[in-house]
């Protein structure tokens, strides 16, 4: 079978028919015999210091068979992506530095057993000042949220490059904005959970929904002291992560637990819990100077940015790094100083979710680029088209951009299919207190890890000459990978896609695939597999057409390597090699907006994204729709309140998302293809960059529509009526 039959086609993905009938098993559906059930009691406080955990109450009461907190922990006790600076429970004399911080765990018979076991908890608390926001946090002499820094700056980041003074000075024209965006939830729709058993041999298996199981291994061991081989992750079926999973979630805690009882524990969060618990969107400020000549050529960006890292570190660091290399958005601008800090609040955790990073900064670009073009009477889509990034341009990190730059024809299919629908800035249709606007924007962001990080996979691939195993520790997350990978593996081997066969992770049998974030899957992982196929497929071939049973399975496995990346320069910010590969993006939104009501409709959208070459059209298509929508909630809904630093979002009720009643009637999906010469097949990364061209484009068609600007997401009614002066 060639690869023409494979790449590109749409086959219906291998995972489908189990997930529609039911079959598949999610963390909640998982039941064995004499199984327990774990919770959480969770801190009420922002900020304080523990005088006092007395769990015997809860052990004394009948069913409950383990109550711990940190004090019962022997090893480190602490956890983190990047950084291990959160406790996995907490410990006499340690801290709570957000509302919702785990205090203290137990394993009873039954549910409501668990619950009363938490009331028999008594915790004795001294209340701390709470930092509750960036500005606090940054204030000279501020409260510490950790004692062992001097200050509450997680991470700071300075690039400079060119000279931003004489390109200031050679613009005729400057447009400043500044503008926020919201802590946001991942909301998705299975909440957090798992189960853990001790076995015979002493080992503990955990059964979970994450978007790493190899890392997940690494962290549990380091927080309980463990050996790495006595764990085993074995990965469920998973209900939306969008970043949400690659944070420990209940994993540590019933692996202690199943330790601590001997017997199978199982935790599944409540919807609050995963709402008070579960980490965050960075919000950001930032403030922006953009100078252009009155052709619309950029001369010069100064761009501040501060983002709120809430109690712990979690990806920050790696989150405000991805900001500031992708700060100019998708334009070649020769002159820009970037000054980028993140800083811990008591307030929730922020941590990876689908843009990483991206979002906010593009949002802020992108309604740069509208006023300007507004200012200068320009067609928003040409001034874009004219500072685009093309092959060879010099991006502001100091990296030169090689094949593969598929921005304009992004922006140039994105605009002619509006056209064809007659979606034109000014376009729009004014009826009564409901008014009509179309607006434009692009996306940009990297593939895979960067600045520095190795961005591997390994895969193995066991073929015979009629079937095949894919091996890999690739997460399915609802993004279609496994489906992606056997196309890839079928291609190589000629072979039938139902007779590829790709097993569920499992720590023990499959190898480290790396994350399923960063939109690296596909790229990485992807070249695995082909290079081990390609190597089962020449050693089938040296065996004959008849090779004998004793030498089968050929087992081959391979571990990629994606091209290299560099560490900034700590004083400019400058490196030759900031990301290996890049996506590009291009949207037309229409937008009607009621004057009297505030309320925005999103009627129709193009959504025209470089895919460098779509291995399965299908989910190529899947992932630019539900991009789309899960961004109309970030610019138009979808915000994580707080009060005081105290949660006001505890329901879905009170997280208000798209529903198929909000989103766009069409959605017009384009794949553009600009072939990225390291990447399987020429294919990119397309999970992350779906979302980034939204809130700019929305933002713009509000502007079309009614004349004002909404610098801050969400852009709610209020918002909307506000700026009109309604109210």
Request: hydrophobic share 40%.
């Amino acid at each position: 079978m060639s690869p023409q039959d494979l790449i590109g086609g749409r086959p219906t993905r291998i995972d489908a028919f189990d997930k529609v009938t039911g079959q598949a098993l999610y963390p909640a559906d998982l039941r064995v015999e004499g199984m327990l059930f774990g919770r959480v009691l969770r801190s009420p406080h922002r900020h304080a210091r523990i005088r006092r955990i007395d769990v015997a109450g809860a052990r004394v009461l009948p069913g409950v068979i383990a109550a711990v907190c940190g004090d019962d922990i022997a090893g480190p006790g602490t956890y983190g992506l990047v950084t291990p600076d959160q406790p996995v429970l907490s410990r006499t004399g340690g801290k709570v530095r957000f509302v919702g911080d785990a205090v203290a765990a137990v394993a009873a018979e039954s549910p409501e057993l668990a619950d009363a076991a938490l009331d028999m908890i008594e915790v004795d608390y001294d209340l701390l000042p709470a930092v509750l926001g960036t500005a606090a946090a940054l204030a000279p002499g501020a409260p510490l949220v950790h004692e062992d820094r001097s200050d509450n700056v997680l991470h700071s980041v300075h690039l400079r490059h060119g000279d931003p003074a004489a390109g200031f000075a050679g613009a005729d024209v400057v447009v400043e904005g500044h503008y926020t965006t919201p802590f946001v939830d991942h909301a998705f729709l299975q909440p957090e959970g798992g189960m853990a058993a001790l076995g015979a041999d002493g080992r503990v298996t955990v059964w979970v929904a994450t978007q790493w199981a190899a890392e997940d291994l690494r962290q549990i061991a380091h927080a309980l002291a463990l050996p790495a081989g006595q764990l085993r992750e074995i990965v469920t079926a998973t209900g939306g992560a969008f970043g949400g999973r690659e944070d420990i979630s209940v994993q540590i805690v019933l692996v202690l637990l199943a330790l601590k009882t001997g017997r199978p524990v199982k935790m599944v969060y409540s919807r609050p819990e995963s709402l008070v618990a579960g980490t965050k969107r960075h919000p950001f400020e930032m403030h922006y100077r953009t100078g252009a000549t009155r052709a619309g050529k950029l001369t010069a960006m100064e761009i501040r940015m501060v983002a709120n890292a809430g109690a712990y570190a979690s990806t920050t660091l790696a989150v405000l790094n991805t900001a500031v290399t992708v700060a100019t958005g998708s334009y070649l601008v020769p002159h820009v100083a970037v000054d980028a800090v993140a800083a811990y609040t008591n307030l929730p955790v922020t941590a990876a979710m689908r843009g990483f990073g991206s979002n906010q900064p593009n949002y802020a670009v992108e309604m740069q680029m509208s006023k300007l073009a507004d200012l200068l009477g320009m067609d928003p889509a040409e001034l874009r088209r004219l500072n685009l990034y093309r092959s060879g341009s010099t991006l502001h990190t100091g990296q030169v951009l090689g094949a593969g730059v598929g921005a304009s024809r992004a922006l140039d299919s994105a605009v002619a299919k509006g056209a064809a629908l007659g979606l034109r800035p000014g376009s729009g249709r004014n009826q009564g207190s409901k008014r009509r606007g179309v607006g434009v924007a692009c996306g940009f962001k990297n593939v895979g890890y960067n600045l520095g990080w190795d961005d591997f996979s390994t895969a193995v691939v066991e073929a015979y000459p009629d079937r095949a195993t894919v091996k890999i520790g690739a997460c399915e997350v609802g993004q279609g990978v496994t489906t992606a990978m056997a196309q890839l593996a079928a291609s190589r081997l000629e072979l039938p896609l139902a007779a590829i066969h790709v097993e569920t992770v499992d720590t023990d049998r499959v190898p480290d695939s790396g994350s399923s974030s960063a939109s690296r899957q596909t790229f990485v992982t992807g070249n695995a597999v082909l290079r081990a196929a390609d190597e089962a497929s020449r050693r089938l071939a040296a065996l004959g057409p008849n090779p004998p049973g004793s030498a089968l399975p050929i087992v081959a496995e391979v571990t990629y390597h994606a091209p290299a990346t560099y560490a900034m320069d700590p004083a400019t910010g400058q490196t030759q090699s900031a990301n290996y590969s890049y996506g590009y993006g291009a949207q037309v939104v229409e937008v009607e907006v009621d004057t009297g009501t505030g309320e925005v409709r999103v009627l129709q959208a193009v959504a025209s994204h470089d895919a460098g070459h779509a291995i399965n059209l299908t989910q190529v298509e899947g992932q630019i729709e539900g991009g789309f929508v899960m961004s109309q909630g970030y610019s138009l809904l979808e915000e994580y309140a707080l009060q005081d630093g105290r949660p006001k979002t505890t329901t879905l009720a009170t997280f208000l998302m798209p529903t198929v009643l909000d989103a766009p009637s069409e959605i017009h999906a384009i794949v553009i293809e600009e072939p990225d010469p390291e990447g399987p097949y020429g294919a990119k990364g397309i999970g992350e960059m779906t979302m980034l061209p939204t809130p700019g484009a929305i933002g713009a068609a509000i502007h079309d529509a009614t004349g004002v600007w909404l610098d801050d997401l969400p852009m709610t009614p209020e918002r909307v009526l506000r700026a009109l002066g309604s109210i």
